[in-house]
C-alpha cells in the first residue's frame, strides 16, 4: 500500500482523535498509533466540536438580521449544548472505569 493512501485513509481517523501521526528522531518515516482509548477520544472530540459550533452561533449569530433567524439559531446552539451534555455523563463513567483498570 502506498504511503498516500495510507495517508488519505488515516486522515479522517487522526482528525477524530483516534489515531496520531507521529514520527521518530532519526528517521523520515511517518508512524501512526490508535489511542489507547479510542471511544473516550472519539467523545472528547465530539463534546469538544459540538462546543465548537455552539460558541459559533452564540458569538456570530447576533449578527443576523433575517425574520426568524434569532429564534433557529438559538434552538441550533441549544441543540450543541444537548449534544454536548449528553457526552458527559458516558466520558465521566469512562474515566471512573479506566481509572479502576489502572488499579488494578
Given at each position: 500500500?502506498s504511503?498516500?493512501?495510507?495517508?488519505?485513509?488515516?486522515?479522517?481517523?487522526?482528525?477524530?482523535?483516534?489515531?496520531r501521526?507521529?514520527?521518530?528522531?532519526?528517521?523520515?518515516?511517518?508512524?501512526?498509533?490508535?489511542?489507547?482509548?479510542?471511544f473516550?477520544?472519539?467523545?472528547?472530540?465530539?463534546?469538544?466540536?459540538?462546543?465548537?459550533?455552539?460558541?459559533?452561533?452564540?458569538?456570530?449569530?447576533?449578527?443576523v438580521?433575517?425574520?426568524?433567524?434569532?429564534?433557529?439559531?438559538?434552538?441550533?446552539?441549544?441543540?450543541?449544548?444537548?449534544?454536548e451534555?449528553?457526552?458527559?455523563?458516558?466520558?465521566?463513567?469512562?474515566?471512573?472505569e479506566?481509572?479502576?483498570d489502572?488499579?488494578?
Amino acid at each position: 500500500m502506498s504511503s498516500g493512501s495510507v495517508s488519505m485513509h488515516v486522515r479522517p481517523l487522526c482528525a477524530r482523535e483516534l489515531v496520531r501521526r507521529h514520527s521518530r528522531p532519526g528517521t523520515q518515516r511517518i508512524y501512526y498509533s490508535v489511542q489507547s482509548t479510542p471511544f473516550t477520544a472519539f467523545l472528547e472530540a465530539g463534546a469538544r466540536r459540538f462546543a465548537s459550533y455552539r460558541t459559533m452561533i452564540e458569538s456570530e449569530g447576533s449578527e443576523v438580521n433575517r425574520p426568524g433567524a434569532q429564534d433557529r439559531l438559538q434552538r441550533l446552539a441549544d441543540l450543541f449544548q444537548t449534544l454536548e451534555d449528553s457526552h458527559r455523563p458516558v466520558l465521566a463513567r469512562k474515566s471512573s472505569e479506566s481509572a479502576a483498570d489502572a488499579l488494578r
